[in-house]
């Protein structure tokens, strides 16, 4: 299976890449297809349903793709709080995370979002449910021209201070 894969890795011009439902992609194959720099051209990452991806690969890539203007991560099951924390402090180019069913991570990391990813527009956690809404609110109010989609789907509104 990753000798299929050289002919990705000769590339060298790729800025878009999408392997949406590789479900019988290895853990093996993502870490073969992520290194060195070959890749180091993409801004467009879509492994939405490659269920081999897991904080590894997830390291590996933010290592590989430092210029991802969108990464896509749907339902990567594997990935805990560790690959998100990669995410946030090396990929700051990003515009466009969506990470829609990743039940292992927390949010705890996204705090450091404003200084570490502040080109970051868009953020999708949808079926998310470790996530906490408040954490969400907060950044929203933080960084305005950011749009959070929470675990139901729903646009999360900047906290609103309380009434005295």
């Not at 933010?62 to 090396?90: A, Q, S, V």
Request: charged share 15%; hydrophobic share 40%; with cysteine.
């Amino acid at each position: 299976m990753i000798t299929k894969f050289y002919s990705i890795q000769r590339l060298q011009h790729l800025e878009h890449l999408r392997l949406k439902r590789g479900m019988q992609l290895s853990t093996a194959v993502m870490l073969h297809l992520f290194r060195g720099e070959t890749l180091a051209g993409l801004t467009y990452l879509n492994l939405t349903e490659c269920t081999a991806v897991n904080n590894g690969a997830v390291e590996r890539i933010t290592k590989c793709c430092p210029h991802l203007r969108e990464l896509y991560l749907c339902w990567c099951w594997d990935i805990t709080e560790e690959g998100l924390e990669h995410i946030i402090n090396n990929l700051s180019k990003l515009h466009h995370l969506d990470v829609t069913g990743l039940d292992k991570i927390t949010g705890a990391c996204l705090t450091s979002l404003p200084s570490t990813l502040p080109l970051l527009t868009f953020l999708n956690l949808q079926q998310c449910n470790r996530v906490q809404d408040e954490v969400l609110s907060t950044l929203v109010a933080t960084v305005t021209d950011l749009t959070i989609v929470d675990y139901y789907g729903n646009h999360v509104p900047p906290l609103l201070a309380p009434f005295h």
